[in-house]
């Protein structure tokens, strides 16, 4: 029975009864697919017999012979697993099936990989003119790259404003490529989803790695198109606000980073230093003064917080609404008492608490309910014979 947006009661998760199947692999797909299934979706995972790539990336302090590292688990909770070999025709049969029961399908194989596979959109969507069919390539449907986050970081110019002044490029700590692609595709396939509603047709919806990176530079992107002035790297700092993101560190070896965004909150900022004047100084009365004499005052603000209690000034900070905040480890982070709402429990199956994808929520719909964990490889009992289970390689890989 065809999914729709008016199936469900206000108690119960908004995307209860949609059916995905995810043919993609590593991060930007499967972020899609446990989204969807933090929504309540029914989220089954195609693998091959050796699994998704991410299940054998471990760390130095995870179990040699766990079948579930902590990359595979940051993306893949509440699904299904089914082994598969699309090279043959078993394999074939079996994720076309699959597929004709579908709502949405995800894939992310280098562009000519799913038509070679049989499992292309138009392939699938002939005799399921509903599906929605989410593609995730590197550089677009034309371009036969294989799509690497670390490149498209280097490629998009992210890497190059990431650094230090003077230093080498710097990667971001995360496959930020991966991610913003995979925030792409949600708002692509919710797009299609509401779309279907109203016309009863399916679609094809496409991200690449490379386009959603280029819309993600933002005010960067905007300063070259307006100005002609390619930006540089400042490190931590803002390229036309000034104090802020570059880090300090007080007496207490407490290290912290200011937003200051007005000249209210600098002038709030000078008096919690004991500095008062600092806001009168005509090289600072203004955002603009300030960013011209950006070295000159950042060089003021390291030696007087240097003199002082970081945590103290966190607090007076806080209590005088100007935005700072302590530079934390992740683990610092998850530790929050703010940040537990945002944990997936343990399950008997998996026994490490979780990070959610979804993060809104409304009041029109319950919580978002504790999940199975991520899946054993070959979980689910719809996986073929292992007679017909041989490798096949996911294109879109690393993040």
Sequence with gaps: ??????DFSASELPLRGLRVLELAAV????????FLAELGADVTKIEPPAGDVTRSWKTPAEPADADVSAYFACANWGKQSVVADLRTPAGR????????AADIV??????????????????LSQQHPRLIYGQITGYGPQEPRAGYDAVVQA???????NGEPGQPPLKMPVALMDLLAAHQLKEGLLTALYRRERTGQGALVQVSLWEAGLASLANQAST?????HDPQPLGSGHPSIVPYGTVYQGADGVRLILAVGSDRQFQELCAALGQPEWAADARFRTNG??????AELEALLAGRIGQISGAELLARLETAAVP????????????????AAMLLPPTAAFAHPGLRTVAFRSPQWPAVPALAGPPALGDSAAAPDAADQLSVENSIPPG
């Design 1 to 6: 029975m065809p999914f729709s947006l008016n």
């Design 27 to 34: 991060l930007a797909g499967p972020q899609v697919g446990q």
């Design 93 to 100: 049969a079996l994720v076309q099936r699959l597929a004709g």
């Design 106 to 123: 995800l894939a992310s194989y280098k562009p000519g990989d799913a038509e070679k596979l049989q499992v292309d959109y138009a392939t």
């Design 155 to 161: 490629e998009a110019g992210f890497m190059h404003l």
């Design 224 to 228: 070259y198109l307006v100005t002609g």
């Design 289 to 294: 003064a300030r960013v011209r004499h950006r």
């Design 324 to 339: 700072a905040g302590a530079v934390r480890t992740v683990g610092q982070a998850l530790q929050q008492p703010s940040a």
